[in-house]
């Protein structure tokens, strides 16, 4: 993919990552290749969590991009899971319409990675978890605790979020950066009338990172970044 040439050699283990984008600009691919190619180049048990689509459609988008998902699911290191599926393990039912939290979501994956042994973990989006919130500060506490619980998990975690075009800062709730051990922003931007798509480490804890803005580009594989080249934006 040519990420890991960017943030010196793949994530730090037992560490939370997070990417941020705007919609539709690669940040669910990202994830499911976080997870495919731990099971196919590390032999990494991995479990990818939806709150906004269904199993069906994860399923059917990874089979797009030439991911042989069947095979690992039957060798038990590929787990998906959608937010309907969780809500059972937990006991909560469609006509209670209740929302998940964290605090739920701990509780759901209590019992799987019990199970699964799981190495990785790959949350798409956190933006699905924190409509259960009204306040920022119950929101920032709660992914917090949920951070920790990861790192204490011995998880290697992929988190997703939304930002906003047209908005001010990086992240859709402002404070999701302030829990992650790195944070990679990707982009659609223009670039003198090329819209171009763009990945660039704002932050890395442990290890030596690039700092530049790189493109990527959408492939029969999958997502493949050019670490060789920079991005260096004209407006005209």
Known sequence: MGLDELIGGGFPAKTVNLISAPSGSGKTLFAMQYIYNGAKDHGDVGIFITTEEGYGSIQRAMSAFGMDITRYENEGKLFIFDIAELRKEIGISKSE????????????????????????????????????????????????????????????????????????????????????????????????????????????????????????????????????????????
């Open 97 to 236: 319409r209740q929302i998940m939290t964290f605090e739920a979501l701990q509780d759901a994956l209590a019992g799987i990675l019990k199970y699964t042994r799981a190495k990785r973990l790959a949350l798409d989006s956190l933006v699905g978890i924190g409509l259960a919130y009204h306040s920022n500060t119950s929101l920032r506490e709660d992914i917090f605790r949920f951070s920790w619980y990861l790192r204490d998990m011995n998880l290697t975690s992929l988190l997703t979020t939304e930002s906003v075009e047209g908005v001010a800062g990086l992240t859709r709730y402002g404070v999701e950066q302030f829990i992650s051990d790195s944070l990679i922003v990707l982009g659609l931007e223009d670039n003198n009338g090329e819209l171009v798509r763009t990945i660039r480490v704002r932050k890395m804890r442990f290890t030596a990172h690039d700092r530049g803005k790189h493109p990527f580009l959408f492939t029969s594989k999958g997502i493949e970044v050019s670490p060789g080249e920079k991005i260096f934006l004209v407006h005209g």
